[in-house]
């Protein structure tokens, strides 16, 4: 019969939460999954609407940045294994979006947002409180973001260049992606979170895409 595995201590887990952050804000990502834009030629060339595209892009890796961290703190604090599972194979698609937004950002002339520090820890520290607030409220959590980001998202494609299909097929998948990942939140036991949660997510939401838009 094999050994069990050693449990990790306090400090194995901070080193290996801080390796993560790390790798996210700082190591250049790398996607298992093919680009949806991948087959897609590059049509935009107008300077303004590459900046615009640019500049929406950033935003959504801002906003991947911070699933990459909200999900690694709820998997941190989270008391069912299964539901720790969970989070991290959601974060692993959402390291997906994270390397297919930084490439669409790259292609179009610009960079990544300067806060991305700020973003990883705030919402890190989110996560790890949602994580413990339970499970089914953790769950909760990951349905309401799921749900304000595809609407973020149906937002960008109405916004993006019109001739912007690279942008536009990236932005398509990610909001497949997390429409499912809003779906199992709440079929594993997801409860509905009170008004005024919903409502300060919002509102801390429009303070990150604004920032993130232009730095």
């Known amino acids: 019969m094999p050994a069990p595995a050693p449990r990790l201590t306090l400090i ?9 952050a790390l790798r996210t804000v700082a190591a250049a990502n790398v996607a298992a999954r093919p680009s949806p834009a991948a087959a897609c030629p590059e049509s935009v ?3 303004e609407a590459r900046r615009h595209a640019a500049g929406l892009m950033r935003v959504n890796h801002a ?10 703190g709820q998997a941190l604090t989270a008391r069912n294994p299964k539901v720790r599972a969970a989070l991290l194979e959601a974060a692993r698609d959402e390291t997906d979006h994270l390397a297919w937004c930084e490439q669409r950002v790259r292609e179009l002339g610009s960079r990544t947002s300067l806060l991305a520090p700020v973003w990883y820890a705030g919402s890190f520290a989110i996560g790890a409180l949602a994580g413990l607030a339970g499970d089914r409220n953790s769950l909760g959590f990951v349905a309401e973001t799921e749900k304000q980001v595809i609407e973020h998202l149906e937002s960008h494609l109405h916004e993006l260049p019109p001739d912007d299909e690279r942008s536009r097929r990236i932005v398509a998948q990610m909001q497949a992606d997390e429409a499912r990942h809003g779906a199992d939140a709440r079929d594993a036991g997801g409860r509905d979170l009170p008004g005024p949660v919903r409502n300060l997510m919002r509102r801390t939401a429009r303070v990150m895409t604004r920032a993130a838009y232009r730095v």
């Open 12 to 20: 194995d887990g901070l080193i290996r939460e801080f390796d993560r």
């Open 45 to 47: 060339t107008l300077p």
């Open 63 to 72: 906003g991947e940045i911070a699933a990459q961290a909200l999900y690694h």
